[in-house]
């Protein structure tokens, strides 16, 4: 499977690779005489160019592709309008509304194919453009494997909100073994509002927006909701981790297991979390983990009681079978087995006797769910967290304490 697919990338680029300035050589009979880029964050990009030839320009082609984790060479083409003439301009405008929206920070690498009738090809040297939210005052700070970006609230608030970002990561290293193997930026909105306004088409409840394909996080965080703040941080820069660390053009984690180690980072449930699992245990309610594999209900009781049989899953397989058995079940899902597969690799067990056991651990008393103190809210109030990647939009929602936040 894997031979198949390098090959099949290996084809793509030689057909293709006439398309790209490193394999074409340009003619003195036509230039550039002007190109320009406007970014309109957060829903266009502008491109122009002028172009001059000795004989009438018939075809010119913008090219570009964006920096983005993937398993394959993507770039799109666009056929610029104009009539055909020796000198010629033109402008393309990439509208987000139709593609869907990008990061503050993303690079796009761009170039041009300009044809004239002669035959004569010029294609342009790749020039890149930073996709940058200018419309405030970025201040940043970075360590080690993070760079956060803030504008409002001071330094100690940012100093805080990384403190809390790195103390998390050490202690995912150390219970999972996963960690950071690519930079990630975060970018704290001053409120939900302005946040949204860095986004194309969001819900009026969207409080945090990932994108794993860029290993950015973007969150609405005011300075008097940092304690919320800290944990929204923690629970998506686990998702990070674990996208780094397993992701794979096979398959996907169960869902338990990848809302188990961002709610497991955060450290002990709430308190409302833990008031739903033992409702659940006491009425024999409890959710099986093959229907945890799947995407979790919207439901939102049910949703609450799915994370915290989540975060106890990953508990039970932490600290009852140690920390180098959990990494090397994210190692074995890293290669693309299955669900089954990796655990029976890992443990000896598969799903239906994880949750054989883990149930009889739960009503045995033997699994830690002690409460952490709730973070004081807005009862009711409805966040959304947005997850952006591989071309798709979905709406991720997580609970916290009074605050709602869903995820699909």
């Not at 394999?23 to 003195?28: E, F, G, M, T, V």
């Not at 990796?342 to 994880?354: E, H, K, M, S």
């Amino acid at each position: 499977m894997k031979k198949q697919f390098l090959a099949l990338g290996l084809i793509l680029g030689i057909l293709l690779g006439g398309l790209f300035p490193a394999d074409a050589s340009a003619q003195s009979s036509i230039t550039i005489d002007k190109s320009n880029v406007n970014v309109t964050f957060p829903s266009n990009i502008g491109f122009s160019i002028t172009a001059s030839s000795t004989s009438n320009i018939t075809d010119i082609r913008l090219f570009y592709t964006v920096d983005r984790k993937s398993f394959s060479e993507v770039y799109s083409e666009s056929v610029l309008k104009f009539t055909p003439a020796p000198t010629v301009s033109t402008s393309y405008s990439w509208d987000m509304r139709y593609t869907g929206g990008m990061p503050p920070g993303a690079r796009v690498n761009y170039w041009y194919r300009i044809t004239n009738e002669d035959g004569d090809i010029l294609v342009s040297p790749i020039q890149t453009l930073v996709y940058a939210d200018a419309r405030f005052d970025w201040q940043s700070i970075s360590e080690g494997m993070l760079e956060l970006y803030w504008y409002n609230g001071d330094q100690s608030f940012a100093d805080e909100l990384m403190e809390s970002a790195q103390a998390a990561l050490v202690r995912l290293a150390a219970d999972t073994g996963a960690e950071l193997q690519d930079k990630i930026t975060l970018y704290i909105y001053a409120s939900s509002s302005d946040l949204q306004s860095a986004m194309v088409f969001p819900s009026e409840w969207t409080g945090g927006v990932a994108y794993p394909d860029f290993n950015v996080i973007a969150i609405g965080i005011a300075p008097y909701d940092i304690d919320w703040g800290k944990r929204a941080i923690t629970h998506e820069l686990a998702h990070q981790v674990t996208n780094q660390m397993t992701s794979n053009p096979y398959g996907d984690l169960p869902v338990w297991l990848n809302e188990g180690i961002s709610m497991y980072a955060e450290g002990n449930l709430e308190a409302v979390y833990v008031n739903y699992l033992t409702w659940a245990i006491s009425q024999d309610k409890l959710i099986s983990v093959q229907s945890l594999c799947s995407p979790f209900s919207a439901n939102s009781a049910d949703a609450y009681l799915a994370y915290a049989e989540s975060f106890t899953l990953v508990n039970y397989l932490i600290t009852g079978y140690g920390p180098e058995k959990f990494s090397d079940l994210l190692q074995t899902f890293s290669h693309g087995a299955g669900y089954d597969e990796a655990l029976l690799a890992v443990y000896g067990f598969d799903i239906q006797d994880l949750n054989i056991q883990w149930q009889a651990a739960l009503k045995g008393g033997t699994v830690e769910i002690q409460p952490v103190r709730s973070i004081s809210l807005t009862p009711g109030l409805v966040v959304l967290f947005t997850l952006v990647g591989s071309g798709s939009i979905i709406t991720a929602f997580w609970l916290w304490s009074s605050r709602v936040v869903s995820r699909s």
